[in-house]
């Protein structure tokens, strides 16, 4: 309920005066059975702008901390992200991250449709990231097509750690759906899983334009913070001489 008021009533008419959201390949999502919607993540507002632009439903995950902030801040965003019927998921992997998948596949079997961010986080910088495979486990074991979008501008709109977003028109950009009934049966294998994933980053790449890094993003993080707390990186100058 707290869905249907936020995006009709409540968010979306605002949010559709103020940034006059742009839209191409729309008609890509379909009308009715399972989905899953595979983003490229430049914002936190990815995740308000983009279903917004979707008829139907659309059931995404989101790191746990977003479900555990302190004060009125980390109530609000826990009581959005609960409203919208987001999934929380501890990114530490392993099987907790394996039990959100599990419930996206409930989604899907159930004909709705199941967002995710192939990326695992927010890119750092804007370019895109090596994706995680999860969204090929979900494709194999559901069977559900996958439609690539791109935020276009999200992060000039609304950059990393930035609060309040810039009023500018969102550029948003749906592909052709992605179907792999060729690889039926064969979820678990690693190197089907790996090709599928890497295919779905190809499309978001000729999608977006932007440039694409064969790492994870959140390798980039990791060695961002270390600098910023003057910690030598792996395969940096000054590790090569701590070693």
């Given at each position: 309920m707290l869905y249907g008021l936020m995006k009709y009533l409540i968010l979306g008419p605002w949010l559709r005066m103020i940034f006059r959201p742009q839209v191409e390949g729309r008609e890509n999502v379909p009308d009715s059975g399972p989905a899953i919607i595979a983003s490229n993540h430049l914002s936190f507002s990815d995740s308000i702008f983009m279903p917004l632009m979707v008829k139907r439903k659309v059931t995404f995950v989101a790191k746990a901390?977003?479900?555990?902030?302190?004060?009125?801040?980390?109530?609000?965003?826990?009581?959005?992200?609960?409203?919208?019927?987001?999934?929380?998921?501890?990114?530490?992997?392993?099987?907790a991250a394996?039990?959100?998948?599990?419930?996206?596949?409930?989604?899907?079997?159930?004909?709705?449709?199941?967002?995710?961010?192939?990326?695992?986080?927010?890119?750092?910088?804007?370019?895109?990231?090596?994706?995680?495979?999860?969204?090929?486990?979900?494709?194999?074991?559901?069977?559900?097509?996958?439609?690539?979008v791109v935020m276009l501008n999200a992060d000039e709109i609304q950059p990393p750690g930035k609060l309040l977003p810039?009023?500018?028109?969102?550029?948003?950009?749906?592909?052709?759906?992605?179907?792999?009934?060729?690889?039926?049966?064969?979820?678990?294998?690693?190197?089907?899983?790996?090709?599928?994933?890497?295919?779905?980053?190809?499309?978001?790449?000729?999608?977006?334009?932007?440039?694409?890094?064969?790492?994870?993003?959140?390798?980039?993080?990791?060695q961002q913070v270390k600098a910023a707390a003057g910690k030598p990186v792996a395969g940096s100058p000054t590790d090569s001489l701590a070693a």
């Open positions: 901390e977003y479900f555990t902030g302190k004060g009125l801040k980390g109530w609000l965003v826990k009581m959005f992200f609960v409203g919208t019927g987001t999934i929380p998921v501890d990114r530490t992997g392993g099987r394996q039990a959100a998948l599990d419930t996206q596949l409930k989604v899907l079997r159930a004909g709705n449709l199941a967002g995710i961010y192939p990326e695992g986080t927010r890119s750092p910088d804007g370019r895109l990231y090596r994706g995680k495979t999860g969204v090929a486990r979900l494709a194999l074991d559901s069977g559900a097509p996958v439609i690539p810039k009023i500018k028109r969102v550029k948003i950009r749906f592909g052709r759906p992605l179907d792999f009934s060729r690889y039926a049966g064969m979820s678990g294998d690693r190197f089907v899983e790996r090709a599928i994933t890497d295919e779905i980053m190809y499309e978001l790449m000729e999608l977006s334009g932007r440039e694409y890094v064969d790492i994870y993003a959140q390798k980039i993080k990791n």
